[in-house]
């Protein structure tokens, strides 16, 4: 199917998958960082940000939203790219990487390494935020100040007051609107830990993360059977907080493919 998308660089083509209830523009701090380095496509999921939504009667889980991203890449005529995900985009990034649909894969946050309380916890705050968006004015209310935007954002970046106010704006728009959101969301509840991976994985995961805790780290450490490594100084969505960083350990990670191990 046809996703909403940017591309942008050259070299081997390394596709981007952003969080449930977000879209392919969290990506964009680091875009041209990566650009350099590779033939670069952010994508929104189907059912997010200004992608159509799965057909009529598709559920929505990390499979079928996996499937319709391979189906989207093979159609640009791409063969197993490398790709890179944050929080759910994490997750299906690992799951395409147990199936050994892509060359490598980075994982940002990944969901699924969550206790059953971590669960409730991350969703019942995911679940507020949506309905936060969707209140009327909220949004542009919260987005004006700097309390209003650690309000807003807090708890997915590090330093919420950084970002434009034309980005709080969006992401809420984005949250807003994705129709795929509370059947993903539900989803979620019974998702367990992928096969394991049949081609190089790096998870990172951010030290202030506040949706999903960085103990979590050690359980998808132990699934990869490696070490996680840890953003200082990032939260959730990391991209913003240290574009950098997180571009450096995307490109690193794409070139485990050929076994070397630049850490």
């Known amino acids: 199917m046809?996703?909403?998308?940017?591309?942008?660089?050259?070299?081997?083509?390394l596709v981007l998958l952003h969080g449930?209830?977000?879209?392919?523009?969290?990506?964009?701090?680091?875009?041209?960082?990566?650009?350099?380095?590779?033939?670069?496509?952010?994508?929104?999921?189907p059912g997010f940000g200004e992608s159509p939504p799965l057909p009529y009667g598709t559920p929505y889980n990390v499979e079928t939203l996996g499937r319709a991203v391979?189906?989207?890449?093979?159609?640009?005529?791409?063969?197993?790219?490398?790709?890179?995900?944050?929080?759910?985009?994490?997750?299906?990034a690992l799951d395409l990487a147990s199936s050994a649909d892509v060359r490598t894969a980075v994982a940002l946050s990944p969901a699924g390494f969550w206790s059953r309380p971590e669960h409730a916890y991350a969703r019942a705050v995911l679940r507020l935020l949506r309905l936060a968006a969707r209140a009327d004015g909220l949004p542009a209310l919260a987005a004006r100040t700097d309390e209003g935007k650690a309000l807003a954002l807090?708890?997915?970046?590090?330093?919420?007051?950084?970002?434009?106010?034309?980005?709080?704006?969006?992401?809420?728009t984005a949250l807003r609107e994705c129709v795929g959101f509370e059947e993903t969301?539900?989803?979620?509840?019974?998702?367990?830990?992928?096969?394991?991976?049949?081609?190089?994985?790096?998870?990172?995961?951010?030290?202030?993360?506040?949706?999903?805790?960085?103990?979590?780290a050690v359980r998808a450490a132990r699934w990869a059977g490696q070490r996680a490594l840890l953003l200082?100084?990032?939260?959730?969505?990391?991209?913003?907080?240290?574009?950098?960083?997180?571009?450096?350990?995307?490109?690193?990670?794409?070139?485990?493919?050929?076994?070397?191990?630049?850490?």
């Open 2 to 13: 046809e996703l909403a998308h940017d591309r942008r660089g050259s070299g081997p083509p």
């Open 154 to 172: 807090g708890l997915f970046v590090a330093r919420p007051e950084r970002l434009p106010r034309e980005t709080v704006l969006a992401a809420a």
């Open 185 to 216: 969301l539900d989803s979620l509840a019974w998702v367990a830990p992928p096969a394991p991976p049949q081609v190089p994985v790096t998870i990172a995961w951010g030290d202030r993360d506040r949706l999903l805790p960085r103990r979590q």
């Open 232 to 263: 200082r100084g990032c939260g959730h969505v990391p991209m913003s907080d240290d574009p950098e960083l997180v571009a450096r350990v995307i490109v690193e990670g794409s070139i485990l493919e050929g076994g070397e191990d630049p850490r």
């Open 70 to 92: 391979r189906e989207f890449w093979t159609g640009l005529g791409l063969s197993r790219p490398h790709v890179a995900g944050n929080s759910l985009g994490g997750y299906i």
């Open 20 to 45: 449930i209830g977000h879209h392919r523009h969290g990506w964009l701090p680091v875009l041209d960082l990566l650009a350099e380095r590779h033939d670069v496509i952010a994508v929104d999921l």
